[in-house]
């Protein structure tokens, strides 16, 4: 985990074509990024990979209307001894950390679902079986303007993190995940086994898992101080 890895996911939306040009975007777009400073230096680079996917569909009409969701987690570049990471989204991919006992969703959603469960208007397992629980109330590629949520927190060691798309949260409970992931100890080995998981139990959509472990939290001595 060095300082200035940005971790992503991006799930595509607007026929097939145009979501997998909106997501490769963004995902394109990061590779570029040398340096994330800041919480809002990164949501910002969405900000700009929004620019970026506006752009293109306005350049070619088989584009038009594609977006992309996405969640990002930064490795923060910092001077102090404490590693910080940084997180922002938009849409409904998520994010969700596992530490000691406590396995929690860290982002809200940007769907209509999650916004009417915030209201009161409806309960999570109305939520869950929602005909319009696809509908998202932000996404990149919508408008010029995009609100991108973020928020910075300390890293420490043991902790795990999950970003993934809706088709993992749709098909598979918290439970099963927050199992899946105390019990597999390689990340990206349990990041295959959610992905299958989901597949198994129906697969309706593109499943994308990414699992991010935090091993230490103080950058190695590049000179080790003899004993
Ligand atoms: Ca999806």
Same mark, same amino acid.
């Given at each position: 985990m060095a300082n200035g890895t940005v971790f992503l996911v991006a799930d595509g939306m607007g026929g097939h074509r145009g979501g997998e040009v909106a997501s490769q975007l963004a995902v394109g777009h990061f590779e570029e990024v040398? $340096? #994330?400073? $800041?919480a809002d230096d990164l949501a910002g680079q969405i900000e700009a990979a929004n620019a970026l996917i506006r752009t293109r569909a306005a350049d070619d009409p088989a584009l038009f209307g594609m977006g992309t969701t996405i969640v990002a987690l930064a490795v923060l570049h910092t001077d102090g001894d404490v590693m910080e990471l940084a997180c922002a989204n938009v849409g409904d991919s998520r994010l969700y950390r596992l530490h000691g006992d406590h396995f929690t969703q860290l982002t809200f959603d940007h769907s209509l679902v999650a916004e009417l469960t915030r209201a009161g208007q409806l309960t999570e397992e109305e939520a869950a079986r929602h005909?319009?629980?696809? #509908?998202?109330t932000r996404a990149l590629g919508v408008d010029s303007e995009v609100a991108v949520d973020r928020w910075v927190f300390p890293a420490v060691a043991g902790q795990r993190y999950m970003l993934c798309s809706d088709g993992l949260v749709n098909e598979v409970s918290d439970e099963a995940i927050e199992s899946a992931l105390r019990s597999i100890e390689n990340p990206s080995s349990v990041a295959d086994e959610l992905v299958h998981m989901a597949n198994d139990a129906g697969g309706r959509d593109n499943v994308t898992v990414l699992v991010v472990d935090v091993v230490e939290t103080a950058e190695c001595d590049p000179e080790e101080t003899p004993n």
């Open positions: 040398a $340096s #994330v400073p $800041s005909p319009q629980r696809n #509908v998202l």
